[in-house]
C-alpha cells in the first residue's frame, strides 16, 4: 500500500537553532516530493518541492529539504529556527503514474520556542 | 493571480441536515481536488477531478457525499444526510495537469461543525 509518514507528531527547538522534520514514504515510480505548512484556521501553503535533480531543494521561508532515495525519505530542514516557523508541517507524495494522486502523512507540529 | 476560492468559510449544522460546499480553483487548472482534514490529521481526498470528469472518488463515502464540476471549472461538494463525524474541515486544491506543474494550491478551507 501507498503511505506517507510523518514518524514525530510534535517536534521542539529553540529559536535559532537548526530544525528537522521527517518523512518517509512508500510510493512507487519514483513520485514527486512535497513539504506544506499549515498555520491555524489556514489552508495549506506550499513550501517546496523536488521533482528531480538535485538531491537538495530550496524553498519558502529559508527551508530546504534533503531527498534520500536509498531511504525513501524527504526530510525537511532549516538551519536557523524562528517563533515564526511555529506551525503544522505535512509532506506530500504525489504518484507520477497513478493519475497523479497525492498522498499526505498525517503531519508534524513544530513549536520553535524564543 | 487570484487563488483558490472557497465559500463559506465555516458552516454549523445539526446531523441529518444538508450542506454544500463551494470552490473556485486557480484559473487555468484542469485538475481539481476535495479533501476532508479530520482536526489532527493529514489530508484525505474524498474527489480527484481532471475537467469535468471523475478521476479518482475511491475515499467518497458516496452513499452521503457527492461532487459535480459541470463546466470543468467551479465545484460543489454536497453532503446529505451529515452524520457527526463528518465534522471537518474541507480543503479544496488546484493544479495542472502537465510535467512540471505538479504543485497543489489550497483554498482555505471550510470548517464543518455537525451537532
Known amino acids: 500500500a501507498q503511505s506517507v509518514a510523518q514518524p514525530e507528531d510534535q517536534v521542539n527547538v529553540a529559536e535559532g537553532n537548526p530544525l528537522t522534520v521527517k518523512c518517509t514514504y512508500s510510493v512507487s515510480g519514483n513520485p514527486y516530493l512535497f513539504w506544506y505548512v499549515q498555520y491555524p484556521n489556514r489552508g495549506l501553503q506550499f513550501l517546496l518541492k523536488?521533482?528531480?535533480?538535485?538531491?537538495l531543494v530550496k524553498g519558502s521561508y529559508g527551508f530546504e529539504a534533503e531527498f534520500n532515495k536509498s531511504q525513501t525519505s524527504f526530510h525537511l530542514k532549516k538551519p536557523s529556527a524562528l517563533v515564526s516557523d511555529s506551525a503544522l508541517y505535512f509532506c506530500a507524495v504525489r504518484a507520477r503514474y497513478n493519475f497523479n494522486k497525492f498522498y499526505f502523512g498525517s503531519g508534524t507540529k513544530l513549536n520553535v520556542k524564543p | 493571480e487570484a487563488g483558490v476560492a472557497q465559500s463559506p468559510r465555516y458552516k454549523i449544522i445539526e446531523k441529518r441536515q444538508s450542506v454544500a460546499f463551494w470552490c473556485n480553483p486557480i484559473?487555468?487548472?484542469?485538475?481539481l481536488y476535495w479533501y476532508q482534514q479530520i482536526l489532527g490529521q493529514g489530508p484525505k481526498l474524498l474527489i480527484q477531478?481532471?475537467?469535468?470528469?471523475?478521476?479518482?472518488d475511491s475515499q467518497l463515502p458516496k452513499d452521503r457525499f457527492s461532487a459535480e464540476r459541470l463546466k470543468g471549472v467551479d465545484s460543489t461538494l454536497k453532503i446529505q444526510p451529515a452524520k457527526l463525524e463528518d465534522s471537518a474541515v474541507y480543503l479544496c486544491?488546484?493544479?495542472?495537469?502537465?510535467?512540471?506543474?505538479?504543485?497543489?494550491?489550497f483554498g482555505p478551507g471550510t470548517r464543518l461543525l455537525v451537532l
Open positions: 477531478f481532471q475537467n469535468n470528469g471523475v478521476v479518482d
Open positions: 484559473s487555468g487548472h484542469a485538475t
Open positions: 523536488y521533482i528531480t535533480g538535485d538531491n
Open positions: 486544491a488546484s493544479s495542472k495537469p502537465t510535467p512540471g506543474e505538479e504543485t497543489q494550491y
